[in-house]
């Protein structure tokens, strides 16, 4: 089981950090990724991280603005977003995958229900 949690209504130009706790499984072992769903929109990769955490990629509009990190000792990937765009609005999900990490939502196993994220401009 995952669950999110950090979304909110910030301001344009502002931060957040989400979280994504996971519970049930030995967590070091699952590859993660963050994806989101505007409305109306298919869901998009936006960053996944290794099981050891030494490799990560981002989706193109995020880089230089978003990291994401992971502490297994907690059972919790991170995802922190600066500068944010309205264009961020969306449905933010963590999502698990045995072994090695992907940018495609069809290679995980392992979904949070999400959590709000909204930029005003």
């Known amino acids: 089981q995952l669950v999110e949690s950090g979304g909110g209504l910030v301001q344009a130009g502002g931060s957040l950090r989400l979280s994504c706790t996971g519970s049930?499984?030995?967590?070091?072992?699952?590859?993660m990724g963050w994806f989101r769903q505007g409305p109306g929109l298919d869901r998009e990769f936006i960053a996944c991280?290794?099981?050891?955490?030494?490799?990560?990629a981002y989706r193109d509009s995020v880089k230089g603005r978003f990291t994401i990190s992971r502490d297994d000792a907690k059972n919790t990937v991170y995802l922190q977003m600066n500068s944010l765009k309205p264009e961020d609005t969306a449905v933010y999900h963590c999502?698990?995958?045995?072994?090695?990490?992907?940018?495609?939502?069809?290679?995980?196993?392992?979904w949070g229900r999400g959590t709000q994220v909204t930029v005003s401009s």
């Open positions: 049930g499984r030995i967590f070091s072992n699952y590859a």
């Open positions: 999502a698990g995958r045995f072994f090695n990490p992907s940018s495609l939502p069809v290679d995980y196993n392992y």
């Open positions: 991280i290794s099981r050891s955490g030494s490799s990560t």
